[in-house]
């Protein structure tokens, strides 16, 4: 999965989750979903995977900074990570999806974004995106069973589980309805969990981070996509900041009544208000600077706090899971 913690603040978090990685998650019996079994089925789809992320396998680390846009922010959130007065430094992780280590680049496979805004000593948070604003399953047992169902190759049985679970095939609509974008950098990503943001007032406002490219989300015909083979997006993006910064606008779309909080399969409509929150300057790529990090999608700051949908603490969990394998060899 997406995944050493750089920060002193996320390190308590992954002791407490490491507790729990032989556990089923709160409220399901054994035999059931757990960080454990989630990553043994995404091994057995991805195949040999030693020392390597069991999922978003495929990608390249950046360097970078952030830009907050504060006036914008506040009304919000109190997050130092929107709020801060200056720019500061960030490192993360553009990505395939899937556990696949060769994932081919010029596939329409959704992509990840992972970037860590630490904008002060004592404040960190991770963004943990995702190239289709919905997620593939509604529960953590729901997703296991995906995997599985599709691991075994079963034709009838694969056809059965996508008769009574949609979210598959919308997401695999999602992505075929759209090109193969030509950089990792003017790819749209979107954050599939609902969040808390509350501002200096104590007003609450549910949302998702929402992101778009500064300048044209450029895509590939279909020719042009298969002309530029499995393995380009790492040297395109290199090129790229050479040049100059590619900067990626960050936002909060903010939910209205009847939009759901606690299911990731459900994405929101497009014309939803949305709050700016800053630019993200990725400005040097490559590298092994995100290669023992794991980024953790419930690290947040004050002014954050995580919403209620049941995959949000099972991705914290797996990803647990995944780099302390990671990290062992396995």
């Known amino acids: 999965m997406k995944a050493m913690f750089s920060s002193p603040l996320l390190k308590p978090g992954l002791i407490a989750l490491a507790v729990t990685l032989a556990m089923p998650l709160q409220g399901q019996a054994a035999e ?48 130092p990570a929107y709020t801060a007065s200056t720019s500061y430094p960030v490192s993360g992780r553009f990505s395939m999806g899937g556990p696949n280590p060769h994932a081919p680049d010029n596939a329409k496979e959704g992509r990840g974004l992972a970037v860590r805004l630490t904008p002060n000593a004592d404040a960190s948070m991770d963004l943990v995106l995702a190239s ?17 169902t599709v691991k075994s190759g079963d034709k009838e049985k694969i056809g059965a589980f996508m008769k009574t679970h949609d979210a598959p095939g919308r997401q695999h609509a999602w992505l075929e309805a759209r090109p193969v974008y030509a950089s990792f950098a003017t790819t749209p ?23 778009t490219p500064v ?55 497009d014309t939803r208000k949305t709050v700016h929150l800053g630019t993200l300057n990725i400005e040097k790529a490559g590298g092994t600077a995100c290669v023992g990090e794991v ?18 603490p099972m991705r914290a969990t ?10 062992s060899g396995k």
């Open 32 to 79: 059931t979903a757990t960080g454990a079994n989630l990553v043994d089925a995404l091994q057995a789809l991805g195949g040999p995977s030693a020392g390597l992320r069991k999922a978003h396998a495929h990608g390249v680390c950046f360097t970078g900074s952030f830009t907050p846009d504060s006036a914008s922010a506040a009304a919000i959130t109190k997050s």
């Open 132 to 148: 289709t604003p919905m997620f593939a399953a509604a529960t953590p047992d729901e997703f296991l069973e995906l995997l599985t």
């Open 189 to 211: 990503y979107y954050g599939i969990h609902a969040f808390r943001f509350v501002n200096a007032a104590g007003k609450i406002t549910m949302g998702k981070i929402v992101t």
């Open 215 to 269: 300048g044209e989300a450029t895509g590939l015909s279909d020719a042009e996509a298969k002309a530029k083979g499995g393995d380009f997006l790492a040297a395109e993006l290199a090129g790229r900041v050479a040049k100059g910064p590619a900067k990626i606008d960050v936002a909060v779309q903010i939910a209205e009544a009847g939009d759901s909080l606690n299911d990731p399969t459900k994405d929101w409509p």
């Open 295 to 312: 980024f953790m999608p419930t690290a947040v700051t004050e002014g954050v706090e995580l919403g209620t949908d049941p995959i949000l």
């Open 318 to 327: 797996a990803y647990a899971v995944s780099y302390g394998r990671r990290l």
